[in-house]
Structures are given as structure tokens and as C-alpha cells.
């Protein structure tokens, strides 16, 4: 005997209802508990391999490391994050391609430097790596826990990628191959690694050096490069690069965690809450990764490292020529805001203490008791680069300093007088006209 349509109907009804409930990929209790689900497996696209010191290719970056575990310890293992090293095979602009990779859905997850996106249309990053702005451990922690982060994330929707997250990095310093980067005399010539990035490239443009683009293809061919403390000791730079430049931080290399739209939106509301809080939990703690870098120093040490300070006079002389690349960035106006806006947390923002450097590891070739400007000079102990060194450093421009100590007004006296290796004051008397030119400035001590 048939049965009735109306039961036949609610018996498909019911079985329609329990299909659609065992193909979803949500989460649910029973699953958990059973562990009948199969778990929702994410790629990360990571441009980078492992180290001589290591196996694991995220101890370059440790909070991008630290969300991948974290995604999983959330969702109780629903929710799996695969990383595929080598992501772009290290070729020139690498990164570019993996945000062009997940925008094509070609990968879930990705990380990548935010000095990069200038590269691509978007600007807003470039105040986060401008040279010399954020050069301290505090100021970094303060401006990822600002509003700032989320600002610049949000422009990345035009290129169809969603931002989960800006971490923080560790702060990248000069390393090089002969001797330390130390004056911007020093940094004329020199040919310098850099990543596919037109804020940082125009950065080590304005000092002199030579950029080239590459990774392990231009090793032999370089004279120096920026790397962070973790990263020189993870990726054992200490033979190749021993000169590191200690108290001079360029920028630090803030990482932006990158997601596909499409594949975001296609997991359940709890899938996407795990994945948005392990973003937001890896920032919060990448800010305090980097910082304590003593035990690093001493391990750099014991492999060879040695590393210099640049004095006030130098210091000076770097952020002088980095003039031109902030009149570049500042006529982008949310750049100009975005680094305003840094500027004014790091006046109000402690600098926290020196990186300390263990005794017989500070390079012999630099120091106080070497410089050639300490003490009181005259013209003929001067060369004309010690000549533009010491009047930048006391606020001159470098056409001002080539013309004052050029061949169409040579000096018959010129007097320099440095106390502790700071600038006091200088005067000069003119052969052609006899006429004397004295000019005291401020004191800078």
C-alpha cells in the first residue's frame, strides 16, 4: 500500500534536511567530540625556505608562525593552516606575485613585507618603513596598538585581497661585507641588497649606494644589506656580513597578513572569528618578539660579528639625507597624515634603553678615540668629505658645504672645533678677499 503524498513528502523533506546538514563544513559539537569532520585546510603562501640553522622556514618571521599555531589552538584543529615554502621561487618581486597569487585564489593565506605595496598602487604602508621614523621597540609596540594599522589595511580592498593583520618586526639595521655603514660617506658606492620596494629603494638611492635587487642569486655581489637581529642570527650572516651598525634602525619590516576574499567569506562566521582573532592575537604579541635582543648580540658576537655606533654627527648626517625621500612620501597626503601622526607618538613615547654591545665585540675602526673630527682642525687637516660630513651635521645644506670648501673660495684659515665628537663651533678667513667669516652655532650637547 502507497503511502500518503503528504508523508511521502515529509519523509523527503526530512531526508533533504539531514544531507544538507551532513555536507556542511561548519562547525559542531558532535564533530568535535567524535572528530568525524574533516578539517578546513588553508594555504599560506611564505616566500621564504629554511635557514642553515633551521628546518622550519617561519623562524624568519615568528609571529606569522605564531597565528598559524594560533588559528589551530582556537578551532580545536577545524580549522588547519598549510604553509608552502618558497612561494615565488626567491625571483625579483616575489611578494608582489603572492599578493597577485591570492588575489587569483592561487592561495588562502599569505604574508608579506608592507614596504612592497607601493609597488602596487597602494601607499598608505609607506609611512610604517619611511627611514628613521620608527626606530625603537616602543614606538614600533605603540603604533601597531594605534588606529593606524587598521587605516592602511583597509586600503588593500582595491586590490581585492582582505588584510587580517599588520605585525610587528624586528628593527632592521645596516650590515655589510668590508667595514660598518656608519656616515653616509661611508655608503657611497656601495652596492646594496634591497627588496622590490620604491619607498626603500629611494632611501638607499639618497645615501649613495647602489641598489640591487635579488636574494641568494646576488649574494656574491653585494656590499651590504638591512637585516633585522633574529633574522642575522637565524639566517647566519655573521661570516659573510660582520660589520653591523648598532644604534642606526632604518625601519622595521611590519608584515601584513593577507587573505583571499572569496575563501574568507566561505567559511562558517565561527571558521572566520578564529582565523580574524588569531590575526589580531599575533599582533598583539609580535610586538614584544623582537625586542630583547641582548642574548642574540652575545650569540652574533661569539660567530664574529662586530658591530659599531654612528655618533651624533653621523646620526644627523643620515636623517639630512633622507630630506628628499620624505619630501617624496609627504606628497602623498595620507602618507604625510600617517607619518605626522607617528611623529607625534614618538615625541611622547620613551625610546627605551641602547642596544648594549659586549666588550671585544665593538669594531676597532670606529668609535670616539678614531674620529677624525674630534678635537680642533684647521684647512689643511681637513679633507673636503670631512669638510660636508661636519657641516651637515651643523645644520648646513650639502650644496652650502661643497661651495664654502670649493675652488672659487679657498680658505687660507678654516678652525673646527668638536668637544666629545659634537660640534661647537668653526671659522674661516677668505685668501681672495681677506674677509672673515665666523658663524657660531647652537651648541648641540
Not at 94 to 102: A, L, P
Not at 156 to 165: D, E, I, N, P
Request: glycine fraction near 10%.
Amino acid at each position: 500500500m502507497k503511502a500518503p503524498v503528504r508523508l511521502r513528502i515529509f519523509a523527503l523533506a526530512c531526508v533533504a534536511a539531514m544531507v544538507a546538514a551532513g555536507c556542511t563544513g561548519g562547525a559542531r559539537a558532535g564533530d568535535k567530540a567524535g572528530g568525524g569532520a574533516e578539517p578546513i585546510v588553508l594555504t599560506m603562501a611564505n616566500g621564504y625556505g629554511s635557514s642553515p640553522s633551521t628546518t622550519d622556514p617561519l623562524q624568519y618571521e615568528p609571529a606569522v608562525a605564531y597565528f598559524v599555531k594560533r588559528v589551530g589552538d582556537l578551532s580545536g584543529g577545524e580549522v588547519r593552516i598549510q604553509v608552502v615554502d618558497d612561494w615565488g621561487n626567491h625571483q625579483p618581486g616575489f611578494e608582489q606575485q603572492i599578493v597577485r597569487d591570492v588575489e587569483a585564489g592561487k592561495a588562502d593565506l599569505a604574508w608579506v613585507g608592507t614596504r612592497i605595496f607601493d609597488t602596487l598602487g597602494v601607499n598608505n604602508f609607506q609611512a610604517l618603513t619611511a627611514p628613521m621614523l620608527i626606530d625603537n621597540y616602543p614606538l614600533e609596540r605603540a603604533v601597531i596598538a594605534s588606529d593606524m594599522p587598521g587605516e592602511m589595511l583597509a586600503s588593500l580592498s582595491k586590490m581585492r585581497v582582505t588584510g587580517l593583520a599588520v605585525l610587528a618586526d624586528g628593527l632592521r639595521k645596516p650590515i655589510a661585507v668590508a667595514a660598518p655603514l656608519v656616515a653616509p660617506a661611508d655608503w657611497r658606492g656601495t652596492s646594496f641588497q634591497v627588496f622590490r620596494s620604491t619607498g626603500q629603494v629611494e632611501a638607499i638611492r639618497a645615501l649613495g649606494a647602489r641598489p640591487i635587487e635579488g636574494g641568494k642569486s646576488v649574494q656574491g655581489a653585494i656590499q651590504g644589506a638591512e637585516k633585522n637581529l633574529h633574522i642575522y642570527q637565524v639566517g647566519v650572516f655573521a661570516s659573510q656580513f660582520p660589520y653591523i651598525t648598532a644604534n642606526v634602525n632604518l625601519w622595521p619590516q611590519t608584515v601584513a597578513l593577507l587573505a583571499n576574499p572569496a575563501r574568507l567569506s566561505g567559511l562558517s562566521e565561527a571558521q572566520r572569528g578564529w582565523v580574524r582573532r588569531a590575526a589580531a592575537d599575533a599582533s598583539v604579541r609580535s610586538t614584544g618578539m623582537f625586542q630583547d635582543e641582548a642574548a642574540i648580540v652575545a650569540d652574533v658576537c661569539q660567530k664574529g660579528a662586530r658591530f659599531a655606533n654612528a655618533s651624533e654627527t653621523d646620526l644627523a648626517s643620515l636623517r639630512q639625507a633622507f630630506v628628499p625621500v620624505y619630501s617624496t612620501l609627504e606628497q602623498d597626503p595620507p602618507t604625510k597624515a600617517f607619518i605626522e601622526r607617528i611623529d607625534a607618538l614618538k615625541r611622547t613615547t620613551p625610546t627605551g634603553p641602547e642596544l648594549a654591545i659586549p666588550a671585544g665585540c665593538a669594531d676597532s675602526t670606529v668609535g670616539p678615540n678614531t674620529d677624525p673630527l674630534a678635537g680642533t682642525w684647521h684647512t689643511g687637516h681637513i679633507t673636503p668629505s670631512q669638510w660636508l660630513h661636519a657641516f651637515i651635521a651643523m645644520g648646513g645644506s650639502e650644496k652650502e658645504g661643497h661651495e664654502t670648501f670649493g675652488a672659487n673660495h679657498p680658505y687660507k684659515v678654516v678652525t673646527l672645533r668638536f668637544e666629545g665628537g659634537v660640534f661647537r663651533s668653526y671659522c674661516g678667513v677668505w685668501k681672495s678677499t681677506g674677509a672673515v667669516w665666523l658663524r657660531n652655532l647652537r651648541d648641540r650637547g
